[in-house]
């Protein structure tokens, strides 16, 4: 596992409070690695889930740092998305 994909499976984790998430959603970070949030919070995985979400190292960094609204880069291009818009919508109430 990447540095990159470790530190943001800790701010995730962070984030969600120790609770889950309603849903399976995939963080896809370019030439990183893929990141798993379910109901057993945030882990290094590249398993299938109901959405997935795709950016560079720089944008998904700075989604989690506040610095870059999710709907923001979503509508600008810098982070793709593939599959169920509702839990997308869902998971960007964590990231902010």
């Keep these: 596992?990447?540095?990159v994909v470790a530190a943001a499976v800790d701010a995730l984790n962070?984030?969600?409070?120790?609770?889950g998430f309603d849903?399976?959603?995939?963080?896809?970070?370019?030439?990183?690695?893929?990141?798993?949030i379910d109901e057993g919070g945030?882990?290094?995985?590249?398993d299938p889930a109901d959405v997935?979400?795709?950016a560079s190292a720089d944008t998904f960094?700075?989604?989690l740092t506040g610095n870059l609204d999710a709907t923001s880069?979503?509508?600008?291009?810098?982070?793709?998305?593939d599959g169920d818009l509702g839990i997308a919508t869902r998971l960007g109430s964590i990231l902010s």
């Design 61 to 63: 960094q700075d989604i």
């Design 42 to 46: 945030a882990r290094a995985s590249d």
């Design 14 to 19: 962070e984030k969600l409070g120790g609770n």
């Design 73 to 81: 880069a979503f509508m600008t291009g810098r982070l793709k998305l």
């Design 52 to 54: 997935t979400l795709s």
């Design 1 to 3: 596992m990447s540095d």
């Design 23 to 36: 849903g399976v959603a995939k963080f896809e970070i370019d030439d990183e690695g893929a990141i798993i």
